[in-house]
């Protein structure tokens, strides 16, 4: 039967209390039973004045609706503000009464200009909260997941200027440059004296967010974005994380965060990560650590009709390589970069049967280079085929696939409204502390008994 309601209670006066209205199983009451936040006012008690000045927004307050923000994925602070207004549970997590007036949504930036701007607050809060689900036994960080996502920039793509700038550094170059001049030195070549001029490249430089790196996927995607560097465990807690521009190569990065994870959470066992980590430097990073490298396959890049360079074999004994016709390509140079180059004698190729199939050089010399470091690369390729490695590289997809699949589809983190390197990086720790949170709510959440 059709109804029609013709009452209205808008007006209706009734005694309840604002607790009665929040559910037993909201998500504010998980995360109250979960943690107590009265641990950020040692974090912040140095930005504030104990005795002088007019009296503050509580700082737990101010962090609270952050929080409200990347736990609901609300897109500004100026909707979270509209959102607390009217939402019981926002209220009840901020111990905001029903007609109680909520901070203006200026207030967040403006402390954080003042206070929170320049510090490591945001840092600190995240492993204050990874700590708490690892003393619940919650964090298995025997594996770490290692990937990066793009985080679209508030930027014009078609707005920037182009610069020449000085080539990073990376940061194991000095070791390498070393081995390099040993190894030229073992196969009676004269050491490279240093570079004289620094190495430079263009980039282009976004006028609106100069931080942030123009990020080429494809013809159809390019963009000013940023990249969220980030590892997890086993069971998706976010163990670390560091932002950079779009830019900056994962494997650049790599160095950086692992050691992160080491000092925060302690050395894993195994660390996870897919093609684009795969690298010499990576690969010794690891094994010079005894971690297990779990890195994936990688097809060669040579052209269809080809002989690849597997089927070229390398004779550690005498430092050569022997061709699919058994001729061997001697030992030439090793070039700045840390490759040896191996070279087949020309008269001996240009009658050979398989020549259309090893190389189109037009004197008949075949050329192979070999990495100093490629003994770690084989030995990453070796571990690759154990039923161990396998099993581990099958979780990324339910790791840190689905940390950065979460976050983008509930946490706002498929774009940002912030800009700067600095705010970046406070939004990734904050949504990364957030996902954390909300699961370790869930997993440790008891439904209260009734009275």
């Known amino acids: 039967m059709l109804s029609k309601r013709t009452d209205n209670n808008r007006n209706q006066l009734e005694m309840v209390a604002l607790d009665q209205l929040v559910p037993e199983d909201h998500l504010v009451r998980k995360i109250e039973q979960a943690i107590d936040f009265d641990f950020i006012y040692d974090l912040v ?56 007036k909520i901070p203006h ?17 945001f840092e600190q809060i995240f492993y204050r909260i990874l700590k708490e689900a690892m003393n619940k036994g919650l964090v298995d960080a025997s594996v770490a997941f290692i990937d990066s996502t793009h985080v679209k920039a508030s930027a014009n793509k078609k707005k920037f200027d182009k610069k020449i700038v000085r080539a990073e550094t990376k940061s194991y170059q000095a070791q390498l440059e070393l081995e390099i001049n040993q190894d030229r030195e073992n196969h009676g070549k004269k050491p490279f004296p240093p570079k004289e001029n620094e190495e430079t490249k263009e980039i282009k430089v976004s006028t609106t967010d100069p931080d942030s790196g123009y990020y080429v996927k494809d013809e159809r995607e390019k963009m000013f974005a940023y990249s969220f560097h980030t ?26 965060l692992l050691e992160q994870v080491i000092e925060k959470v302690g050395k894993p066992t195994a660390v996870a990560v897919d ?19 779990v890195m994936p396959y ?34 030439r140079t090793t070039t700045r970069e840390g490759y040896r180059q191996y ?20 004197d008949h010399t075949k050329f192979i280079h070999r990495h100093i470091w490629e003994h770690y690369v084989e030995e990453v390729d070796h571990l690759r085929h154990t039923d161990i490695n396998r099993n581990i ?33 406070m939004q990734a720790m904050l949504t990364f502390a957030a996902m954390n949170l909300k699961k370790m709510a869930n997993w440790t959440w008891k439904r209260p008994c009734p009275a």
């Open 275 to 293: 093609a684009g980590y795969k690298t010499p430097a990576n690969a010794k990073s690891l094994l010079d650590k005894e971690i297990r490298p």
């Open 393 to 425: 590289y099958d979780k990324r997809k339910e790791t840190i696939e689905r940390v950065f699949a979460d976050g983008k589809e509930k946490h706002g983190m498929r774009w940002t409204t912030l800009r700067g390197l600095e705010k970046l990086s």
């Open 298 to 331: 990688t097809r060669p890049r040579t052209k269809d009709g080809f002989f690849k360079k597997y089927e070229y074999v390398y004779d550690e004994h005498y430092d050569c390589y022997i061709c699919p016709n058994n001729q061997t390509l001697e030992y």
């Open 45 to 100: 008690k140095d930005t504030y004045c104990l005795d002088n000045g007019r009296p503050s927004i509580d700082p737990v307050v101010l962090i609270k609706m952050v929080f409200v923000q990347y736990l609901f994925g609300i897109r500004s602070m100026r909707q979270t503000i509209k959102e607390i207004e009217t939402n019981v549970a926002y209220r009840w997590f901020l111990g905001y009464g029903f007609t109680e």
């Open 231 to 256: 590892a997890c465990d086993a069971k998706g807690f976010v163990l670390a994380t560091k932002v950079t521009g779009a830019n900056i190569h994962d494997s650049q990065v790599f160095g950086q």
């Open 343 to 362: 070279a087949s004698k020309p008269e001996i190729c240009k009658t050979c049967p398989f020549l259309e199939k090893c190389t189109q050089s037009k």
């Open 105 to 121: 949504f200026s207030t967040f930036g403006k402390n954080y200009v003042r206070r929170f701007q320049g510090t490591d607050l």
